[in-house]
């Protein structure tokens, strides 16, 4: 048996290898179909990756850095003294 958390707290029990109603899937967005948005946000990251030669986590922190409005230089400097030091 599965169970599924519903919205008040309480607890459904559904026979195995039933799904649950569509309705409760509302909400949940699976990898395959993400918005265009994260999927543009994915594409940059691993841009930033093969460009700096980063882990996902380090390209993540440029991503935000540039968001913040660094500039490409401040960021470029950030790396190599990291790197470098």
Do not use: C, H, K, W
């Not at 569509?22 to 930033?48: C, F, H, R, S, Y």
């Not at 030669?53 to 003294?81: C, M, N, P, T």
């Amino acid at each position: 048996m599965v169970q599924q958390q519903m919205g008040g707290g309480e607890q459904e029990v559904l026979p195995e290898g039933e799904l649950p109603p569509e309705d409760a899937l509302q909400g949940e967005v699976l990898p395959e179909e993400l918005p265009e948005d994260q999927q543009a946000i994915m594409e940059e990251l691993q841009a930033t990756m093969q460009e700096y030669d980063l882990d996902e986590e380090a390209a993540g922190a440029v991503l935000r850095a540039r968001r913040e409005d660094y500039s490409e230089e401040e960021i470029v400097r950030f790396l190599q003294g990291g790197l470098n030091g």
